[in-house]
């Protein structure tokens, strides 16, 4: 036997392992604990938009799976009920984005989490920028999500039963 099967993955690394939208933009599971989670990705040059900054879509994408990633660490399985972004700075192709999500609170089956967005590394564009005195700083806050959870009540995805 290997060791991937004989360990058993806990809920974050199931939910993660079958998440193809998320996985398949290069978004990394960096590390997750009880109500908590930090992924990252490089922003490539097909998540850029018509004004060459990363779409909002892509940066809502990576802040809900860290979301996802937080609120599913308890074991149930929870979907979110609302979610709702603030877009502070750009990001630009080349950046390194991270997501860390914090459980703000648990009530009955629902949940309040909150996903910040930082640029941990500038691309090609932050590198001009500094040489002229300007630029984009690491650790810029990108974006602010909250999330609104419901747990659903099962242990299992539908992919595990």
Do not use: W
């Not at 074991?75 to 630009?92: L, S």
């Not at 090609?124 to 009540?153: D, L, M, N, W």
């Amino acid at each position: 036997m290997t060791q991937a099967t004989d360990v058993a993955l806990g809920p974050v690394e199931t939910m993660f392992a079958a998440d193809q939208a998320s996985r398949n933009l290069g978004i990394e599971l960096v590390q997750h604990g009880e109500g908590t989670a930090v992924l990252r990705v490089t922003v490539t040059p097909a998540m850029v938009n018509g004004h060459r900054m990363a779409h909002g879509g892509y940066l809502f994408l990576l802040a809900d799976t860290a979301f996802a990633c937080a609120c599913n660490s308890h074991g149930p399985v929870t979907v979110a009920a609302a979610a709702d972004i603030v877009f502070i700075a750009p990001a630009h192709e080349g950046d390194v984005l991270e997501a860390t999500a914090c459980e703000r609170t648990r009530f009955g089956r629902s949940g309040i989490y909150d996903v910040t967005v930082r640029r941990i590394h500038g691309g090609p564009r932050e590198a001009r920028a500094t040489e002229g005195g300007g630029g984009t700083a690491a650790g810029e806050v990108i974006a602010e999500f909250r999330g609104r959870s419901r747990s659903i009540g099962s242990t299992k995805t539908k992919e595990s039963q």
